[in-house]
C-alpha cells in the first residue's frame, strides 16, 4: 500500500493551490484520511482531516481557506487551499488508516511529502 501525493508548488501570497494524494495497493477499507504539514523547526502540524463519511476537521489557520474532500471510489483526498499566505509554506503530507488485504488491523500510512511554497 502507498499514498502518492502531487500538486505543491511555488505560488504566490493570495494564489490557490490544490494538493491530490492518492492510495493504491491490494486495499480493503480506507477510514479517516487527512493532510498534514510541517515546515522548517516546526513540528508537523495537523492541516484537516476527513472520515470516511466526509465529516471534516480543520486547524484553526485552514478554516474559511482550505477545504479537504475524498472520493471513496478513487481512494483519494484532496486539499483545495486558498488565500495562501507566506506562513503556509511548509512540505505538506497525506495520511490515511487503511486496512490493506492480509493486514490484522488498521495502519497508519504516509504520502511522501510535497512541498508548498508561498512568496512573491
Known amino acids: 500500500v502507498q499514498l502518492q501525493a502531487s500538486g505543491g508548488g511555488l505560488v504566490q501570497p493570495g494564489g490557490s493551490l490544490r494538493l491530490s494524494c492518492a492510495a493504491s495497493g491490494v486495499i480493503f477499507n480506507i477510514g479517516d484520511m487527512g493532510w498534514y504539514r510541517q515546515a522548517p523547526g516546526n513540528e508537523r502540524e495537523l492541516v484537516a482531516t476527513i472520515t470516511r463519511g466526509g465529516s471534516a476537521n480543520y486547524a484553526d489557520f485552514a478554516k474559511g481557506r482550505f477545504t479537504i474532500s475524498r472520493d471513496i471510489f478513487k481512494s483519494t483526498v484532496t486539499l483545495q487551499m486558498n488565500s495562501l499566505k507566506p506562513e503556509d509554506t511548509a512540505v505538506y503530507s497525506c495520511?490515511?488508516?487503511?486496512?490493506?488485504?492480509?493486514?490484522?488491523?488498521?495502519?497508519?500510512?504516509w504520502g511522501q511529502g510535497t512541498q508548498v511554497t508561498v512568496s512573491s
Open positions: 495520511n490515511a488508516a487503511i486496512w490493506a488485504v492480509g493486514s490484522v488491523g488498521v495502519d497508519d500510512y
